[in-house]
């Protein structure tokens, strides 16, 4: 048995084909992090800044805001959202909830738990179940014709999911995000309601907060915020150009429309004074498939890059080109893993031998593995340390972060 391990260490060797394949992808893998680490330390830099709108304030402008909430067999959770919607006592609010064809009482629900500013809108087939893009232009085209007599620069429409929370002063700061003329979009934060419940529901939120907190805050510099699915507030005017129907089919219809936006002469702003809290998926299998759907939509919006390089100027250019080209990375950079595992391997083998070598290494494979880690441990605990989380804690967390950003090698190649 000894001899045939010391045969394969030999087939491992510096000279040997999985040597060089060794230290090709070694190094590959190398260049790869140093290149995300840059990007990573140039966005955090970017974040601990405000940007500077030079464009006339009108805060005191009334605006009108039409919440659409699209929604497919939500019976169990769209009578809260609406109460908690109508609860919040803004005469300038509306609430439209888009019933795509449930076979549950969601339409129904959802009407007993409003007020005079809800409305129900149904759609049957063959018009229903079309996709999320679909629900939503169709809504908007009802918008459009019942604010005929209202300036569009003055209505905001935002898309909600079904089982979302608003904190209760987030419509104020909607407002507040709009007064500058030039600001088309707006992105509230993201929060994981029953992340004190799971450990997977807490990689979640700590996903949504490192992204926000960083890479979010860092794309108001460059001007290249990217919408979510879920409390993304759009102007009118700045949907109008985009066209009679905005959101595409993409099945990431929400990433598609902010990097359109961010072509247009519109600011897409984001807004970290408040957040939508959503339930997390709490099973490996069903964050598998929701990830993988995910990944899918981003992968479409490959068509998108000759618009982005003709349209966008400057790092907001060379930023949206970035997020369009991650899945592509991140396939490249799960295929350069298997390098890091030869070594890891080989070492261990090494280690049961006996044989003589250099763990100098493994400090700094560590260290470039999990330095960021210990920096969104430090970030996330800022933001959540009011909630009780100490600082030991969450370094810990950030060291299951680090695992957690592995599963995209996996659900990547499934898309």
């Known amino acids: 048995m000894s001899t045939q391990i010391s045969l394969m260490l030999m087939d491992l060797g510096p000279s040997s084909p999985l040597g060089i394949l060794d230290r090709v992808g070694w190094w590959g893998a190398l260049g790869m992090i140093a290149v995300a680490l840059v990007y990573t330390l140039f966005m955090l830099l970017a974040s601990r800044g405000a940007p500077k709108h030079g464009g ?16 497919l067999n939500e019976a169990e959770v769209i009578g809260a959202s609406v109460r908690r919607l109508t609860s919040i006592p803004d005469p300038g609010l509306r609430i439209m909830v888009i019933d795509d064809g449930s076979d549950d009482d969601t ?3 959802a009407a007993q738990a409003g007020d005079a500013r809800v409305e129900v809108v149904r759609r049957r087939p063959p018009h229903a179940r079309l996709g999320k893009g679909e629900a939503l232009n169709d809504a908007l085209s009802i918008v459009r014709s019942r604010c005929t007599s209202v300036s569009s620069s003055r209505v905001v429409v935002g898309v909600m999911d079904a089982d979302g929370r608003l904190d209760p002063h ?13 600001v088309g979009a707006v992105q509230m934060g993201v929060r994981i309601n029953n992340r004190f419940g799971s450990l997977l529901a807490r990689m979640q939120d700590m996903e949504f907060v490192i992204f926000t907190e960083v890479f979010q805050r860092g794309r108001r510099r460059v001007h290249s915020v990217g919408m979510g699915g879920n409390a993304q507030f759009v102007r009118l005017s700045a949907l109008d ?27 897409n702003e984001f807004w970290p004074s408040a957040s939508v809290h959503q339930q997390g998926v709490t099973n490996v299998r069903r964050l598998m498939r929701q990830r ?10 490959l068509h998108l890059l000759r618009s982005v390089a003709r349209e966008q100027r400057g790092l907001g250019r060379a930023d949206t080109l970035w997020q369009i080209l991650t899945p592509y990375l991140l396939l490249t950079g799960s295929l350069l893993t298997l390098s890091f595992l030869i070594t890891m391997v080989t070492a261990a083998v090494a280690a049961v031998l006996r044989w003589e070598q250099s763990w100098a290494w493994l400090v700094g494979a560590y260290v470039i593995a999990f330095g960021p880690a210990l920096i969104y441990a430090w970030i996330y605990w800022r933001i959540e340390r009011r909630e009780g989380l100490n600082l030991i804690k969450a370094v810990g967390y950030s060291h299951l972060f680090v695992l957690y950003g592995l599963l995209p090698s996996l659900y990547g190649w499934r898309a």
Request: some cysteine.
């Open 56 to 71: 006339a304030s009108h805060p005191d402008a009334p605006l009108l805001i039409v919440i659409l909430m699209p929604c």
């Open 241 to 267: 150009a985009l066209g009679p129907r905005p959101w595409t089919r993409s099945l990431t219809e929400d990433f598609d429309l902010g990097i359109r936006l961010n072509a247009t002469s519109w600011t």
């Open 170 to 182: 987030a419509i104020g700061e909607v407002r507040k995000a709009f007064a500058p003329q030039e």
């Open 107 to 109: 339409a129904q629900v």
């Open 292 to 301: 993988t759907r995910w990944f899918q939509g981003n992968l479409q919006a």
